[in-house]
């Protein structure tokens, strides 16, 4: 398994005061010498916390790959083709949420997602569908084209809080294993921690996990290079 960091909460910190620290790139960079394989960034429509500049530079600068996470909008369609990024995620998006609250309904905007996906494919992009773990979501994607899936582990990460994570766990471990039987390949990410990240070893055959808020939480106390590779070890 992999690591991909997110790294949007290094922007939330360095908006606060709307200056330049901490810098985005330097966090990016620490993140890839502690062994990060991908280094994750979400565009927001309202640019909340990554701005167009920060994605470009990354782009530009990184070693390893950059995960671009997007709306399904033709604004971000747009900036993605001209970045290319080694991938994009895309996620649903709510102008009002704290986060990204839920899987994208890919049922719902299947059409709009198929030449999404094939645009962006065209522009040498892979193309993950952030989803939540249900089999008709999982369908849908398979029939949009899409590279990978990322399977949304926030109902898990919820439910591992209250000691009661075995239902939720079995529907990823379900939904990865057919998702992987269509010939689509498995990332999973949101709300994993220090200490859930662990039960991601029973779900077969997942390539990357993506982690930001308990990565960067940790960092204030110990360090972004430690958090990072504190993280590594136990994946
Ligand atoms: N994966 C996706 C698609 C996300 O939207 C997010 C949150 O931006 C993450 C992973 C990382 O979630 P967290 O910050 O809870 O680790």
Same mark, same amino acid.
């Given at each position: 398994?992999?690591?991909?960091v $997110?790294?949007?909460?290094? /922007?939330?910190?360095?908006?606060?005061?709307?200056?330049?620290?901490?810098?985005?790139?330097e966090a990016a960079f620490i993140a890839q010498d502690a062994g990060a394989?991908?280094i994750?960034?979400?565009?927001?429509?309202?640019? =909340?916390?990554?701005?167009?500049?920060?994605?470009?530079?990354?782009?530009?600068?990184l070693k390893i790959?950059?995960?671009?996470?997007? /709306?399904?909008? *033709?604004?971000?369609?747009?900036?993605?083709?001209?970045?290319?990024?080694?991938?994009?995620?895309?996620?649903?998006?709510? =102008?009002?949420?704290?986060?990204?609250?839920?899987?994208?309904?890919?049922?719902?905007?299947?059409?709009?997602?198929?030449?999404?996906?094939?645009?962006?494919?065209?522009?040498?992009?892979?193309?993950?569908?952030?989803? *939540?773990?249900?089999?008709?979501?999982?369908?849908?994607?398979?029939?949009?084209?899409?590279?990978?899936?990322?399977?949304?582990?926030?109902?898990? /990460?919820?439910?591992?809080?209250?000691?009661?994570?075995?239902?939720?766990?079995?529907?990823?471990?379900? /939904?990865?294993?057919?998702?992987?039987?269509?010939?689509?390949?498995?990332?999973?990410?949101?709300?994993?921690?220090?200490? $859930?990240?662990?039960?991601?070893?029973?779900?077969?055959?997942?390539?990357?996990?993506?982690?930001?808020?308990?990565?960067?939480?940790?960092?204030?106390?110990?360090?972004l290079k430690?958090?990072v590779s504190?993280?590594l070890?136990?994946?």
């Amino acid at each position: 398994m992999e690591l991909g960091v $997110n790294i949007d909460h290094i /922007a939330t910190l360095r908006n606060a005061r709307m200056g330049l620290e901490p810098n985005v790139l330097e966090a990016a960079f620490i993140a890839q010498d502690a062994g990060a394989s991908q280094i994750t960034a979400h565009l927001r429509e309202d640019r =909340r916390h990554i701005k167009d500049e920060d994605i470009f530079l990354l782009k530009e600068s990184l070693k390893i790959g950059l995960n671009m996470e997007m /709306a399904a909008t *033709d604004e971000m369609e747009e900036i993605a083709c001209k970045l290319k990024p080694l991938s994009c995620c895309i996620v649903p998006e709510k =102008r009002l949420e704290i986060t990204t609250e839920g899987g994208l309904d890919v049922v719902k905007f299947e059409e709009r997602i198929k030449k999404l996906n094939s645009n962006l494919q065209d522009n040498g992009i892979l193309v993950s569908l952030f989803i *939540d773990a249900d089999i008709k979501q999982v369908e849908a994607a398979k029939r949009t084209g899409a590279n990978y899936i990322e399977l949304h582990t926030g109902f898990f /990460a919820n439910a591992f809080e209250k000691g009661n994570y075995k239902e939720e766990l079995k529907k990823l471990q379900t /939904a990865a294993e057919y998702a992987q039987s269509l010939g689509l390949k498995v990332n999973a990410g949101h709300g994993l921690n220090y200490e $859930n990240v662990k039960l991601m070893h029973e779900i077969n055959g997942l390539c990357e996990l993506n982690i930001g808020h308990s990565i960067i939480s940790r960092a204030v106390f110990v360090g972004l290079k430690k958090a990072v590779s504190d993280m590594l070890d136990l994946i």
